[in-house]
């Protein structure tokens, strides 16, 4: 289909039964009546589930498997693909639980693993490795590396990539088409798009290890509730949208921010000043709302917040909402007053305003 991304995410995973919604509605189910259906059991599989899967896997071009959040599709992958004594790579700068369940949780594995950050040459590093994940761009930091270089680097090693595209989105940037194996997403972000549910998925072109993947939730558990799949199904009708409007205001943002003596390390992947712009134009098919910056300190943070009245001080990013989040009270490595902004569908000059009046009011 060589439809734009606007009509595509409109009928992405439609139903087209006659006399039925446009949308199919949730289907709340724990047993099914048996028969000749699909279905027996709400923990193996779920008609809601098919219908966001199947948008999910046209945007993505590979199988999907929707899970219950970002975290249950990151782990069920890292379970499926590792063996004891595997080489894991991992971006040193990435979403930080990542690293954290891959020491914790999987310690039991002698895993063999290596972080490279995300800016860095990875070729080296991929040497006899057995699974790459890449995060591009990354979270927080919003650092890009060449997704197909890396993918010819870890296939020469009999390497997997996996690449986190959360921060991407489907719509920006279609990791399997540029060599990837596994795509991963946590849809609670731009996806769902509004900072009411927690989800996640992974695509993948190899059948098999889709089928894999469906095994590992049947018997894991960790499955997606039907209310929570049908509200992201219903949320990515509207992703061109919201995301246009959002890269919109990031554009803004950047530009107001640039100004500011008190902002230090500004990125935003978008704009041809951002040192990953080159990277991650020759990749990516268009850019998202979200920024990286440092303040002086984690006071100023807190003054500025105060003094916003558009910017929630909260967590997660993708949402209608501007949200402005100090990453270091997390754990992320960061300096105490490095931000990530998830710019929001709020007017742009609104937003703008409010946060260059936010700034002039703490000081800075
Ligand atoms: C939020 C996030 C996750 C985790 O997703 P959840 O849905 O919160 O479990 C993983 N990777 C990235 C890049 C994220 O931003």
């Known amino acids: 289909m060589n439809w734009s991304d606007g009509t595509r995410c409109v009928h992405a995973g439609e139903s087209t039964v006659t006399g039925g919604p446009l949308l199919a509605g949730p289907v709340f189910a724990?047993?099914?009546?048996?028969?000749?259906?699909?279905?027996?059991?709400?923990?193996?599989?779920?008609?809601?589930?098919?219908?966001f899967e199947s948008a999910l896997a046209e945007l993505d071009g590979g199988q999907c498997v929707l899970f219950s959040s970002g975290m249950a599709a990151i782990t069920a992958m890292l379970r499926t693909?590792?063996?004891?004594?595997?080489?894991?790579?991992?971006?040193?700068?990435g979403y930080y639980l990542v690293r954290g369940y891959v020491r914790e949780e999987l310690a039991g594995l002698d895993l063999?693993?290596?972080?490279?950050?995300?800016?860095?040459?990875?070729?080296?590093?991929?040497?006899?490795?057995?699974?790459?994940?890449?995060?591009?761009?990354?979270?927080?930091?919003?650092?890009?590396?060449?997704?197909?270089?890396?993918?010819?680097?870890?296939?020469?090693?009999?390497?997997?990539?996996?690449?986190?595209?959360?921060?991407?989105?489907?719509?920006?940037?279609r990791p399997l088409s540029l060599g990837a194996d596994v795509v991963l997403s946590s849809d609670t972000k731009a996806v769902a798009g509004h900072s009411d549910v927690v989800l996640g998925h992974v695509s993948t072109r190899d059948g098999r290890l889709a089928e894999r993947l469906r095994s590992a939730r049947t018997m894991g558990g960790a499955v997606p509730?039907?209310?929570?799949?049908?509200?992201?199904?219903?949320?990515?009708?509207?992703?061109?949208?919201?995301?246009?409007?959002?890269?919109?205001?990031?554009?803004a943002l950047y530009d107001m921010l640039r100004g500011q003596a008190s902002v230090r390390g500004l990125r935003w992947p978008g704009s041809e000043l951002d040192p990953g712009h080159r990277v991650a134009a020759g990749q990516m098919r268009r850019f998202g709302g979200v920024l990286s910056f440092q303040l002086p300190s984690a006071q100023v943070v807190h003054a500025v917040l105060e003094n916003s009245r558009v910017l929630a001080d909260a967590t997660s990013f993708g949402g209608l909402h501007s949200t402005l989040d100090r990453r270091a009270r997390w754990g992320d490595p960061?300096?105490?007053?490095?931000?990530?902004?998830?710019?929001?569908?709020?007017?742009?000059?609104?937003?703008?305003?409010?946060?260059?009046?936010?700034?002039?009011?703490?000081?800075l």
């Open 30 to 51: 724990a047993p099914y009546r048996l028969g000749d259906g699909d279905y027996y059991y709400g923990r193996a599989d779920n008609p809601t589930w098919r219908a």
């Open 81 to 93: 693909l590792l063996e004891p004594g595997s080489v894991l790579v991992l971006p040193a700068d």
């Open 112 to 173: 063999r693993i290596r972080e490279v950050a995300t800016a860095d040459d990875w070729s080296g590093a991929v040497r006899g490795a057995h699974l790459v994940l890449l995060e591009t761009p990354s979270n927080p930091g919003l650092d890009v590396c060449d997704i197909a270089a890396v993918a010819e680097a870890a296939h020469a090693e009999g390497a997997l990539l996996a690449v986190d595209n959360t921060t991407a989105t489907p719509l920006g940037q």
């Open 225 to 251: 509730g039907p209310f929570e799949a049908w509200l992201a199904h219903r949320g990515l009708g509207t992703l061109d949208l919201r995301l246009r409007r959002q890269a919109d205001n990031a554009a």
């Open 334 to 363: 960061v300096h105490e007053g490095f931000v990530r902004l998830s710019a929001g569908c709020e007017d742009t000059e609104d937003l703008v305003d409010d946060l260059r009046a936010a700034l002039r009011a703490s000081n």
